[in-house]
């Protein structure tokens, strides 16, 4: 599960700098960093390792 959570994460972050050099989804791609930083918040916290 936590594996999940660390890809889910990557990959919103990859969308969020796709979308804030594009500039076309406008406030959504914050909300998508704000989710990412948050899984990997938890991951860290929880200290787990895969």
Do not use: C, D, E, P
């Amino acid at each position: 599960m936590n594996n999940l959570l660390y890809t889910i994460a990557v990959i919103l972050i990859i969308f969020w700098a796709i979308g804030f050099f594009a500039y076309s989804a406008g406030n959504i791609i914050h909300i998508l960093l704000v989710i990412a930083v948050i899984a990997i918040l938890l991951r860290l916290i929880q200290g787990k390792k895969v």
